[in-house]
Every structure is written in C-alpha cells, then in structure tokens.
C-alpha cells in the first residue's frame, strides 16, 4: 500500500509561485512512474506531470516552461514547483503513483493506482 499526503496548496496572485509536496510512504520495493493531476468541479481529472523511476518527466502542454517535477528519493518526497500561475490552474492537485516497470509514465489518470487527499491552489487574477 502506497501512502501519499500533499501539501503546501493555498492561494496567491497571478505571476505568483506556489510549491506543492507529496510525502511518500509505506509503499513496498519496486518501479513507479509518479505523477501530478488536478481538478476543478465538473471536469474531469486532468494530468499535469509525471516522473518516471529514471527521472525522466513528462508535462502537460498547458505547464511546460512554468512548472517542474522533482523527486527526492533520500526523502521520499515528490514536488510541483509552479510559477508563473494564471488563474486557469487553480485546481484541486492530486500526487498519484503507479507501479510498473514502464519507463515513460502516461498523464491519464487510469493507470495510477495510488492516489492523495488533494491540495487547493487559488490563483486569483
């Protein structure tokens, strides 16, 4: 069983930055791809960026060159660095995990079996 709690969501101004933190645990030796979706009401859960067990990421159209994905395997900790926010990314954000031996780890929300309670980002115009 993988456990996954986010924080470090809350509000701030367009142009701002926000950093978002995934603490890992209980999750058995194995590969993961690890990942970052988010959320509005009524939409569907939409992938923002993904990291595979090599480092290797993958981002939405709608964040590249504005957001980054870190893994810090000595402390268990996956981050979403965010700048440059606009209004259109306040979201509910999930950190997710998906144990598989792919290298390149998908944005679609149904290969991950692992999933957090969520954090808010406001960004307000």
């Known amino acids: 069983q993988v456990n996954l709690m986010e924080s470090g969501g809350g509000s701030v101004q367009a142009g701002g930055s926000l950093r978002l933190s995934c603490a890992i645990s209980g999750y058995p030796q194995g590969l993961y791809c690890w990942a970052w979706f988010r959320q509005t009401p009524g939409r569907e859960r939409e992938g923002v960026a993904t990291?595979?067990?090599?480092?290797?990421?993958n981002y939405a159209e709608s964040v590249k060159g504005r957001f980054t994905i870190s893994k810090d395997n000595a402390k268990d900790t996956l981050s979403l660095q965010m700048n440059s926010l606009e209004p259109e990314d306040t979201a509910e954000y999930y950190c997710?995990?998906?144990?598989?031996?792919?290298?390149?780890?998908?944005?679609?929300?149904?290969?991950?079996?692992?999933w957090g309670h969520g954090a808010q980002v406001t960004v307000s115009a």
């Open positions: 997710a995990a998906w144990r598989t031996v792919a290298t390149w780890c998908p944005l679609t929300s149904q290969s991950y079996e692992y």
């Open positions: 990291i595979s067990r090599e480092g290797r990421p």
